[in-house]
């Protein structure tokens, strides 16, 4: 009966290895004391206005008003003060991560008044900022994103100027055009920067769903294209994903000079099951950039899908030596080690999860993993230990595993 027992849990955490081989992160938020800011706006309406451009004109500028006095908060009392970042920068980040809600609004046809108010946990917006400093691309995202917003106001305020110069009803119509586009532009931005906060919380439908208004309103938004796409991958709908990710290639032809979009797109195909055309993606990646960690990264990937472990170890490791984009760099060790596993190098494996807790304390699997070595060699302490942190973590998996150790002896 117990080697009956014994048997069956080596079947299991052999089937648990396979099933979590290419775990992603999965980080939860502490939630802590907020601050709020409130300001109001008044907007005296043009020719040109209905309440819905006046409430976009609006909305943009006292969203403005209201990330200045929280980027002076967070500068002056928080440790964003250390991370070497501008005030203006701060400004640029925090409109990724926190959004003006509209508390009142009044419309007499033609004046728009708002009260409006932001309010923000400073810990996780500082966590928030300090992951924006880090990512060379989302911080560009928002800046350009402001700069979009800054001069698609300005645009208006010309538009507005140019309307009482009119002579005709040709201009008059023409600057109508060019008005209802700047407002569109406008509403554009306010969609995208909602896709960024709900992306940043993980709240992935309403990210989807607000990047799609983008595209809606901007079918050339490449970057509202992309992360939506990456959305997708995150939530394992590949074939929108991959289409996405296409989409966004043929939009912006620069984007295609950068390796992370055939990265991202060949973890889609991965997922999929195509590993050909993973493979494809994951190499075309590191023709563009040969030490590009993520590439060989997916390439591990694929080949331990392919049950090819020697050529799986290899591409990892030179993940481990590489320069990494997305910042996983926990799970390169980590899939290492469970590959390890696989082919029975217990020892090189416990190495890797060592250094995959020592990345991430927080990463389940790793102490279960690293268990099932600890058991494979007979050290049934350590493995106990380990099986009873990951189910401390709530990993069901750990808790499996550590009852049918105890109910073995």
């Given at each position: 009966?117990?080697?009956?027992?014994?048997?069956?849990?080596?079947?299991?955490?052999?089937?648990?290895?396979?099933a979590v081989l290419n775990i992603f992160l999965f980080a939860g938020l502490s939630h802590a004391e907020k601050v709020t800011f409130v300001k109001e706006y008044t907007y005296q309406a043009s020719e040109l206005d209905s309440k819905a451009s006046s409430r976009t004109i609006s909305l943009e500028m006292v969203k403005r008003l209201l990330l200045e006095e929280l980027g002076t908060y967070l500068i002056s009392e928080t440790e964003v003060k250390d991370f070497k970042l501008t005030k203006d920068q701060v400004k640029t980040y925090s409109a990724g991560i926190v959004g003006a809600e509209i508390i009142e609004d009044k419309w007499d046809g033609k004046t728009?008044?708002?009260?409006?108010?932001?309010?923000?946990?400073?810990?996780?917006?500082?966590?928030?900022?300090?992951?924006?400093?880090?990512?060379?691309f989302k911080g560009k995202e928002l800046e350009e994103t402001r700069k979009k917003a800054e001069e698609l106001t300005k645009e208006v305020e010309r538009l507005n100027k140019e309307l009482a110069k009119a002579t005709n009803k040709?201009?008059?119509?023409?600057?109508?055009?060019?008005?209802?586009?700047?407002?569109?532009?406008?509403?554009?931005?306010?969609?995208?920067?909602?896709?960024?906060?709900?992306?940043?919380?993980?709240?992935?439908?309403?990210?989807?769903?607000?990047?799609?208004?983008?595209?809606?309103?901007?079918?050339?938004?490449?970057?509202?294209?992309?992360?939506?796409?990456?959305?997708?991958?995150d939530k394992s709908q590949y074939d929108r994903?991959?289409?996405?990710?296409?989409?966004?290639?043929?939009?912006?032809?620069?984007?295609?000079?950068?390796?992370f979009i055939y990265y991202v797109r060949g973890m889609a195909y991965m997922g999929k099951g195509q590993y050909d055309m993973a493979?494809?993606?994951?190499?075309?990646?590191?023709d563009i950039a040969w030490n590009y960690a993520d590439a060989y990264y997916c390439l591990g990937n694929v080949y331990s899908k392919e049950s090819q472990y020697d050529k799986a170890i290899e591409n990892f490791s030179r993940a481990i030596k590489g320069v990494s984009i997305s910042g996983f760099y926990y799970a390169y060790y980590y899939n290492r080690g469970t590959t390890y596993v696989i082919i029975g190098h217990y020892d090189k494996a416990i190495d890797d999860f060592n250094k995959?807790?020592?990345l991430n304390p927080n990463f389940a699997y790793a102490y279960s993993n690293r268990g099932i070595a600890y058991y494979q060699l007979g050290n049934i302490d350590r493995a106990i230990s380990d099986f009873q942190k990951a189910c401390d973590m709530e990993d069901k998996t750990g808790c499996k595993l550590l009852q049918m150790i105890l109910e073995k002896q």
């Open positions: 009966m117990a080697e009956a027992k014994g048997d069956n849990m080596r079947y299991f955490m052999k089937i648990f290895i396979f728009y008044w708002l009260k409006a108010k932001v309010s923000a946990d400073p810990k996780e917006v500082s966590k928030s900022l300090k992951k924006i400093k880090d990512d060379q040709q201009q008059s119509k023409k600057i109508e055009q060019e008005y209802k586009s700047a407002i569109q532009g406008l509403t554009a931005v306010e969609w995208f920067e909602k896709g960024l906060r709900y992306d940043i919380d993980k709240a992935y439908n309403n990210a989807i769903e607000a990047y799609t208004n983008v595209i809606a309103l901007d079918s050339n938004h490449a970057i509202a294209c992309f992360n939506r796409g990456r959305v997708f991958l994903a991959i289409e996405d990710f296409s989409r966004t290639i043929s939009i912006d032809n620069t984007i295609s000079k950068f390796p493979f494809k993606d994951c190499n075309k990646a590191i995959t807790i020592s």
